[in-house]
């Protein structure tokens, strides 16, 4: 059956793979080719990116215990693919007094949690000051707190309230405890498609700039990317041939997240007449594309359970994927999006998920330092949280690729 399988991939997606793992670099026109491979064509690409994160990474599946910190979600920017944005008169709008910020904080910490994700929607009378006051408190209460904070779009408004140079902006929130930025806001990297998405967020350039500007000054970030909706693969392609540049730039990126386009609850899809968001091929594919073409720059390829649910994040981790993602506690975002996949999983289930695929758990922190290794399952901590299920995920995803 495997040779009927080798004799049917295509040959110059063959050599392409074949090169690949030998440690050529791929170009965006060959990414572009991958991303599009159905078939046999399909299958020895994700076998080709397993062997490559298995060379890259090892079989370590990592994951962080963090906890979600969405302050508020008003805000005007009006991007089309959100569903997590409020006005201010809407009746579910909130600002979360800082009482509220330090129970959230308390909580994770009680949970486990070595990171805050901090980010909110971009109300208009914040200013730079709200930002980094915001920071300074719950560094003071929490100071062992790794303060994973605010979107280049959130640095964007900020640093235009600052009247600061950018880096002297981004010192100054590093001084007061950000340790790290996210690096969301980026959707497609390319202003033909933001323009669709979302017209009055950052360019392009301002996204670069944001994060070249961090990068500099030691302050590392992560990169993202969102698939599904109106892009083709030549955008997937240059998105990531950009953040590939980036990374040979300054080697600031701590991970690369494709991050599926959850469709149910917005304008895009319900307005403009997006795609649905990505199949699961698409979700495989991407995921492998991407090991493959930011092999050796980016190590990390992380999924995202709350956008994938977890049997297909599985797949994914056996498709060239080595993260599985944070625990987050209460995720928002892509809730009010429409993801029907949870809000929070436990660090018990995500070692019971890894387990069920054969790899090892590893508990990290926000920049990959190894927190806990779980080499035997014998001595892993009883599960205190039973899996969350879902009746739009499949079983037999995970035959996908055997």
């Not at 991007?79 to 330090?102: N, W």
């Not at 003071?140 to 002297?168: C, N, V, Y």
């Not at 993260?323 to 809730?335: A, P, Y």
Request: one cysteine or more; glycine letters at 8%; hydrophobic letters at 35%.
């Amino acid at each position: 059956m495997l040779s009927r399988m080798m004799k049917d991939v295509t040959p110059n997606v063959a050599a392409l793979l074949e090169s690949a793992l030998s440690g050529k670099e791929i170009s965006e026109q060959e990414a572009e080719r991958l991303l599009c491979v159905e078939g046999a064509d399909f299958h020895a690409l994700t076998w080709a990116a397993d062997q490559a994160r298995r060379e890259d990474v090892g079989e370590d599946v990592s994951y962080v215990v963090c906890r979600n910190l969405n302050f508020t979600n008003i805000c005007y920017v009006g991007c089309s693919f959100c569903g997590f944005a409020r006005h201010k008169h809407q009746a579910d709008a909130y600002v979360h007094p800082i009482e509220t910020i330090l129970e959230k904080c308390a909580d994770g910490v009680a949970r486990g949690a070595t990171e805050i994700c901090i980010q909110g929607g971009i109300h208009p009378k914040k200013t730079h000051d709200d930002y980094r006051n915001l920071i300074l408190q719950i560094k003071e209460a929490f100071p062992q707190l790794h303060l994973h904070a605010f979107s280049p779009e959130e640095i964007d408004w900020g640093h235009r309230k600052s009247d600061m140079e950018l880096t002297d902006y981004l010192r100054w929130l590093v001084d007061a405890g950000v340790s790290s930025l996210p690096g969301t806001a980026a959707e497609i990297l390319d202003d033909e498609i933001r323009q669709i998405l979302s017209p009055r967020k950052l360019k392009t350039a301002r996204w670069v700039e944001i994060i070249e500007a961090a990068h500099s000054i030691g302050l590392p970030t992560t990169s993202t990317l969102m698939y599904g909706h109106i892009e083709s693969p030549k955008h997937i392609a240059a998105h990531m041939g950009l953040l590939r540049d980036i990374q040979k730039r300054t080697g600031g990126f701590t991970e690369f997240v494709p991050l599926g386009y959850i469709h149910e609850m917005n304008e895009l899809y319900n307005v403009l007449g997006s795609r649905p968001g990505p199949s699961l091929y698409e979700d495989v594919r991407i995921i492998s594309v991407a090991r493959l073409f930011m092999r050796p720059h980016i190590k990390n390829i992380q999924i995202s359970w709350v956008k994938m649910g977890h049997k297909v994040g599985q797949l994914a981790l056996g498709a060239g994927a080595n993260d599985f993602g944070g625990t987050l506690m209460e995720e928002s975002i892509s809730r009010e999006s429409g993801s029907k996949f949870g809000e929070n999983t436990s660090p018990e289930d995500f070692r019971r998920l890894i387990r069920e695929i054969g790899r090892v758990p590893v508990e990290r922190n926000t920049l990959y330092g190894t927190v806990q290794r779980f080499d035997d399952p014998a001595l892993d901590p009883p599960s205190q949280e039973s899996a969350e299920s879902s009746g739009s995920e499949t079983d037999l995803a995970l035959h996908m690729v055997s």
